[in-house]
């Protein structure tokens, strides 16, 4: 069986990682594909959860996120396409570093807009309401903006349909511009 790769679409609320990732997942080259929704994972969280975005929130973010991994990990080994949407920042890579150290295609891909716009964004959807969309993109939209050493791996969205974003992200995967390297 032939090994899947690992889409990572990531970036601060707003910016069109649930669209882009869909839509990526489903149209995707490969016989099989899986879309994982981390927000599905932080759900799962019954009793002692910590709103993702508090400085508190950590080393539960952590296991989150290994445990998304774990499964994304898992579905590429079963030959998936798998595209993970979720909020990863480049403080959080260490776990897919690793995971691209291991011989995994993980390819990181941070899609920004501006403030401006992803509050545009935010605010127009229903998911948790207008005051907690606003904190969300408040405590979220600086940290996706400075990437460091991870700066080609953001793809700038503010002025993009969805379905152009897409056609972007594809373009990209292709060339393997988002490619980590360990």
């Not at 989150?64 to 920042?89: C, H, K, S, W």
């Not at 403030?115 to 948790?128: D, F, I, P, V």
Request: hydrophobic letters at 45%; glycine letters at 12%; proline letters at 5%.
């Amino acid at each position: 069986m032939e090994e899947g790769r690992i889409v990572l679409i990531t970036g601060a609320p707003g910016t069109g990682k649930t669209t882009v990732s869909a839509q990526v997942a489903a149209g995707s080259a490969f016989a099989k594909s899986v879309h994982l929704h981390t927000d599905d994972f932080y759900h799962c969280l019954a009793k002692g959860a910590i709103p993702p975005h508090l400085p508190q929130s950590h080393g539960q973010n952590l296991v989150v996120i290994e445990a998304f991994l774990a499964a994304a990990r898992r579905f590429a080994q079963g030959g998936y396409d798998v595209v993970v949407d979720g909020i990863v920042g480049p403080w959080f890579l260490g776990p897919w570093l690793r995971l691209a150290g291991d011989g995994f295609a993980v390819h990181y891909i941070v899609l920004q807009a501006s403030r401006r716009e992803t509050l545009r964004r935010a605010l127009g959807r229903a998911k948790l309401g207008a005051a907690a969309n606003r904190e969300l993109v408040d405590a979220m939209w600086e940290p996706f903006q400075h990437l460091g050493p991870y700066c080609g791996h953001g793809l700038e969205t503010t002025d993009l349909s969805a379905e152009e974003t897409v056609s972007r992200v594809r373009q990209g995967l292709a060339e393997g511009a988002f490619l980590l390297r360990p």
